[in-house]
């Protein structure tokens, strides 16, 4: 089983804001808004749910306690049962000194010992994720949820904050599946809290979820909501129990669904913009290729634009960009008709070393009018066109 670290959405989206708002980062950061933000909460609380004594309910806080110690949160836990609260659920509300966890429903009866530990786990996790790097990650989570409320219908708060929402239930779930001690505890109590069942198979909902996923590929199950659905957290658990942080590429997938540019959150939209940098640097790291017309250009993406040379690691991955990859290539590939066809070849290589040589072909063929058989002998002669545009680049003027 994995440990119980942010996961790299949870880090990217705290070091988006952190450049991007950098005033309003430390505004929720201060203690005066802590203040504010606990007085206002902590007199909700107080007025929508009944505070439970230890000495009348000692099985949960026996359960809570174990709960916090294993999940490394050791902060004394308060329980509370919400008024009116019909339907089976449960909540953290969040406070520096202390971790306040809210039941809505009949859990504290419906949910054997094991179940009722992942549950508490689930909710501590929170505590846990705004605890983690002095509290990075709830000022994270406040700030862009406060930035979605004024967003209107849409946007990219809107759409940052509810991935937020999506990665920080997988982490929660990984909390309750360290509390109970395995993912089958998590797993059953997730089915019976979305039911209302009083028994459930965590094997069998797991062989359904598989189901669920297998039909699912290719769509985007997630798409809008709060929360995953409960068959990808179920397949996520066990990914991540199996394998840990490594299963996190594939569990993005399962979570985070189609990646369009049009529906890009300030994470993926920064990510995008690292990513188009380090093409730009692939694709103009020949002396030749930098010309004045190919850095104008450049610097129509990024007006600081100046070139750097690739690190010596492996090239950027076109991954769900593919199109848009292929797009930027061929405008470098076109941008300086003095290059000729050597800014093609350029441009098919670094197609080939990104994974979008299918996508990029396709576009030449389309856009330039270009054969297949064409840009085959193009690739061919691509190596020799290379030299010869390195020697006349060395020559004197």
């Given at each position: 089983?994995?440990?119980?670290?942010?996961?790299?959405?949870?880090?990217?989206?705290?070091?988006?804001?952190?450049?991007?708002?950098?005033?309003?980062?430390?505004?929720?950061?201060?203690?005066s808004y802590e203040a504010e933000r606990r007085d206002r909460l902590g007199l909700?609380?107080?007025?929508?749910?009944?505070?439970?004594?230890?000495?009348?309910?000692?099985?949960?806080?026996?359960?809570?306690?174990?709960?916090?110690?294993?999940?490394?949160?050791?902060?004394?836990?308060?329980?509370?049962?919400?008024?009116?609260?019909?339907?089976?659920?449960?909540?953290?509300?969040?406070?520096?000194?202390?971790?306040?966890?809210?039941?809505?429903?009949?859990?504290?009866?419906?949910?054997?010992?094991?179940?009722?530990?992942?549950?508490?786990?689930?909710?501590?996790?929170?505590?846990?994720?705004?605890?983690?790097?002095?509290?990075?990650?709830?000022?994270?989570?406040?700030?862009?949820?406060?930035?979605?409320?004024?967003?209107?219908?849409?946007?990219?708060?809107?759409?940052?904050?509810?991935?937020?929402?999506?990665?920080?239930?997988?982490?929660?779930?990984?909390?309750?599946?360290?509390?109970?001690?395995?993912?089958?505890?998590?797993?059953?109590?997730?089915?019976?809290?979305?039911?209302?069942?009083?028994?459930?198979?965590?094997?069998?909902?797991?062989?359904?979820?598989?189901?669920?996923?297998?039909?699912?590929?290719?769509?985007?199950?997630?798409?809008?909501?709060?929360?995953?659905?409960?068959?990808?957290?179920?397949?996520?658990?066990?990914?991540?129990?199996?394998?840990?942080?490594?299963?996190?590429?594939?569990?993005?997938?399962?979570?985070?669904?189609?990646?369009?540019?049009?529906?890009?959150?300030?994470?993926?939209?920064?990510?995008?913009?690292?990513?188009?940098?380090?093409?730009?640097?692939?694709?103009?790291?020949?002396?030749?290729?930098?010309?004045?017309?190919?850095?104008?250009?450049?610097?129509?993406?990024?007006?600081?634009?100046?070139?750097?040379?690739?690190?010596?690691?492996?090239?950027?991955?076109?991954?769900?960009?593919?199109?848009?990859?292929?797009?930027?290539?061929?405008?470098?590939?076109?941008?300086?008709?003095?290059?000729?066809?050597?800014?093609?070849?350029?441009?098919?290589?670094?197609?080939a070393e990104l994974g979008a040589r299918d996508a990029f072909t396709a576009l030449?063929?389309?856009?330039?009018?270009?054969?297949?058989?064409?840009?085959?002998?193009?690739?061919?002669?691509?190596?020799?066109?290379?030299?010869?545009?390195?020697?006349?680049?060395?020559?004197?003027?």
């Open positions: 089983m994995g440990t119980l670290t942010a996961t790299a959405f949870h880090r990217g989206l705290r070091d988006a804001l952190v450049a991007q708002e950098p005033g309003l980062f430390r505004w929720y950061s201060s203690d909700e609380l107080l007025r929508s749910s009944y505070r439970l004594s230890p000495e009348t309910y000692e099985r949960p806080y026996r359960l809570a306690r174990d709960a916090a110690h294993n999940i490394g949160v050791d902060v004394p836990t308060v329980l509370y049962q919400l008024h009116q609260g019909e339907h089976a659920n449960a909540g953290l509300w969040f406070a520096r000194g202390e971790a306040n966890v809210v039941v809505s429903g009949p859990l504290l009866e419906s949910l054997d010992d094991a179940e009722l530990t992942a549950l508490f786990g689930h909710e501590l996790a929170h505590h846990r994720l705004f605890t983690l790097e002095d509290g990075t990650f709830r000022v994270a989570a406040e700030l862009i949820e406060a930035s979605a409320a004024h967003a209107g219908a849409g946007g990219v708060f809107i759409e940052t904050a509810l991935r937020n929402r999506r990665w920080t239930e997988i982490f929660a779930d990984r909390g309750a599946a360290i509390a109970a001690g395995g993912i089958a505890p998590a797993i059953a109590c997730l089915v019976k809290v979305g039911t209302g069942l009083a028994r459930v198979s965590a094997t069998d909902y797991l062989d359904q979820a598989r189901e669920v996923i297998a039909r699912l590929a290719g769509k985007d199950a997630n798409k809008g909501e709060t929360h995953p659905e409960n068959a990808v957290r179920a397949v996520a658990l066990e990914l991540w129990h199996a394998r840990g942080e490594s299963a996190d590429d594939e569990i993005a997938r399962l979570v985070e669904g189609v990646v369009t540019l049009e529906t890009l959150d300030l994470v993926q939209q920064r990510e995008l913009a690292d990513h188009s940098r380090a093409v730009l640097d692939r694709v103009l790291a020949p002396a030749w290729m930098r010309t004045d017309a190919t850095l104008a250009h450049a610097r129509r993406f990024f007006p600081d634009y100046v070139w750097s040379e690739p690190a010596a690691r492996e090239p950027p991955r076109a991954g769900p960009f593919t199109e848009y990859v292929a797009y930027v290539l061929l405008d470098f590939a076109v941008v300086d008709s003095s290059l000729g066809e050597v800014a093609l070849a350029r441009a098919l290589t670094v197609a030449a063929r389309k856009e330039l009018r270009a054969t297949a058989a064409a840009l085959s002998q193009l690739e061919e002669r691509a190596p020799t066109l290379f030299e010869r545009a390195a020697v006349h680049t060395e020559l004197p003027a």
